[in-house]
Nanobody
């Protein structure tokens, strides 16, 4: 089970850190990805990291602003969001699977999501 947290309301240019936590002891073996879904839009890929953090990828729209990190000892992955823009407003979800390819294909398990709202 994945649980996202850390969302909230922030002004444009601000920062937030989202967390994706799991109770599964095998969490450290999983690639984790972040996706977002804005009202009336399809869910879209944001960023992904492999099990040990050596392989990452992100969408062009967030490159240079969003980064991921993970603490496998805490079974938690983070999405660090800086320079937030109103267009970043969405519900953010994490996804876990054994490979980054599966994650990017939305083939893994989902959390319930956390709302991020960026005001202009």
């Amino acid at each position: 089970q994945l649980v996202e947290s850390g969302g909230g309301l922030v002004q444009a240019g601000g920062s937030l850190r989202l967390s994706c936590a799991a109770s599964d002891r095998t969490f450290s073996s999983y690639a984790i990805g972040w996706f977002r879904q804005a009202p009336g839009k399809e869910r879209e890929f944001v960023a992904v990291m492999n099990w040990n953090g050596t392989n990452t990828d992100s969408a062009d729209s967030v490159k240079g602003r969003f980064t991921m990190s993970r603490d496998n000892a805490k079974n938690t992955v983070y999405l660090h969001m800086n320079g937030l823009k109103p267009e970043d407003t969405a519900v953010y979800y994490c996804n876990a699977a054994y490979s980054t390819i599966t994650v990017k294909a939305m083939g893994g398990s989902w959390g319930q999501g956390t709302q991020v709202t960026v005001s202009s």
